[in-house]
């Protein structure tokens, strides 16, 4: 089991607090570092100084990061077109030495995009529509060879002889991860799509139920590569249960919701709990980490949890 710091910036983070915390999870060897993609806070807090870009700030982190990996859950389909995109993350893969992973949904917070002025679809069979060929035509540019052109032709989207540059500096292209905990569409577009399947927030047996799903899906389309499966999980770690309940009054949360609904408690607690993720087959988990200034909440996890899990 490998362990990913999440981070929520529309929460409230400047681009430098993201580098503090994306700097001090390399030095303390976790695998990556993620953030969400949203340009609206949600809840009670006030967001401040306000939203930064899901992908100005990884392009920022792969200049000044030389060995975390670095990623979105998800970056929204809504948001960009897909030509643009492609070469966004690209971009960003090269700048990174190639160290970007793509996770990709396909939107649903209606309130930012009203914010923003960016449309957002009113049915979720079309956002999904969008989303589905959204997909084909990143990875379609990216798997182009160099030299050769792209086109596509769909209902919502259409390219003509598109020179499906810049490449990627991974190949055959970054890692791309979808999730959620669809019934049949999500487990589809993983299967095909995907070379990760993540459930965000969700109880061990609702997981396990998605991951089921997902891999009757991967049977079902013949596919022989590889899936990596994992979860994300809000974390709240203290030596104590006096610093458990601090950390999480600090983000607003009762303790016995978080246990609940979350990686909370001791260092054995949470190893307990990542370890029956581990027995359905998560093979990584992204720790969802609400309070940017607790450093110290980092160093606790690397050093009491990370080691017994190997």
Same mark, same amino acid.
């Given at each position: 089991?490998?362990?990913?710091?999440?981070?929520?910036?529309?929460?409230?983070?400047?681009?430098?607090?993201?580098?503090?915390?994306?700097?001090?999870?390399?030095?303390?060897?976790?695998?990556?570092?993620?953030?969400?993609?949203?340009?609206?806070?949600?809840?009670?807090?006030?967001?401040?100084?306000?939203?930064?870009?899901?992908?100005?700030?990884?392009?920022?982190?792969?200049?000044?990061?030389?060995?975390?990996?670095?990623?979105?859950?998800?970056?929204?389909?809504?948001?960009?077109?897909?030509? *643009?995109?492609?070469? #966004?993350? %690209? &971009? /960003?893969?090269?700048?990174?030495?190639?160290?970007? +992973?793509?996770?990709?949904? $396909?939107?649903?917070?209606?309130?930012?995009?009203?914010?923003?002025?960016?449309?957002?679809?009113?049915?979720?069979?079309?956002?999904?529509?969008?989303?589905?060929?959204?997909?084909?035509?990143?990875?379609?540019?990216?798997?182009?060879?160099?030299?050769?052109?792209?086109?596509?032709?769909?209902?919502?989207?259409?390219?003509?002889?598109?020179?499906?540059?810049?490449?990627?500096?991974?190949?055959?292209?970054?890692?791309?991860?979808?999730?959620?905990?669809?019934?049949?569409?999500?487990?589809?577009?993983?299967?095909?799509?995907?070379?990760?399947?993540?459930?965000?927030?969700?109880?061990?047996?609702?997981?396990?139920?998605?991951?089921?799903?997902?891999?009757?899906?991967?049977?079902?389309?013949?596919?022989?590569? *590889?899936?990596?499966? #994992?979860? %994300? &999980? /809000?974390?709240?770690?203290?030596?104590?249960?006096? +610093?458990?309940?601090?950390? $999480?009054?600090?983000?607003?949360?009762?303790?016995?919701?978080?246990?609940?609904?979350?990686?909370?408690?001791?260092?054995?607690?949470?190893?307990?709990?990542?370890?029956?993720?581990?027995?359905?087959?998560?093979?990584?988990?992204?720790?969802?980490?609400?309070?940017?200034?607790?450093?110290?909440?980092?160093?606790?996890?690397?050093?009491?949890?990370?080691?017994?899990?190997?």
């Amino acid at each position: 089991m490998r362990l990913r710091i999440f981070t929520e910036p529309q929460q409230g983070a400047t681009y430098d607090t993201l580098l503090t915390v994306a700097k001090a999870a390399e030095d303390l060897d976790y695998e990556a570092f993620f953030r969400s993609d949203h340009y609206l806070k949600m809840g009670s807090v006030d967001g401040l100084p306000g939203p930064t870009d899901a992908w100005i700030t990884l392009a920022g982190l792969a200049r000044e990061t030389s060995r975390i990996r670095l990623g979105t859950l998800m970056t929204a389909a809504t948001f960009r077109h897909p030509g *643009p995109l492609a070469i #966004s993350v %690209a &971009q /960003v893969d090269q700048m990174s030495g190639g160290r970007v +992973e793509f996770g990709f949904g $396909a939107g649903w917070y209606e309130e930012e995009h009203a914010a923003y002025g960016i449309p957002f679809p009113a049915s979720a069979r079309e956002r999904f529509d969008r989303y589905e060929e959204q997909l084909d035509i990143i990875t379609g540019l990216w798997a182009t060879p160099e030299g050769e052109t792209f086109s596509y032709e769909g209902k919502h989207y259409r390219l003509g002889e598109g020179p499906a540059l810049p490449k990627p500096q991974q190949s055959p292209r970054p890692p791309v991860l979808i999730g959620g905990t669809g019934l049949k569409r999500t487990p589809r577009l993983a299967a095909t799509h995907a070379d990760e399947y993540n459930v965000p927030f969700n109880s061990v047996d609702d997981t396990s139920a998605a991951f089921e799903r997902t891999r009757a899906a991967v049977r079902a389309a013949g596919r022989t590569a *590889p899936m990596v499966y #994992s979860a %994300a &999980q /809000v974390v709240c770690c203290g030596r104590t249960e006096a +610093e458990v309940a601090r950390r $999480a009054a600090a983000i607003g949360r009762d303790v016995d919701e978080l246990r609940r609904n979350g990686l909370t408690g001791s260092p054995a607690e949470i190893v307990e709990k990542i370890g029956r993720f581990a027995e359905i087959g998560a093979e990584r988990m992204y720790l969802q980490v609400l309070d940017l200034s607790d450093l110290d909440h980092l160093e606790l996890i690397a050093s009491q949890v990370a080691p017994q899990l190997d």
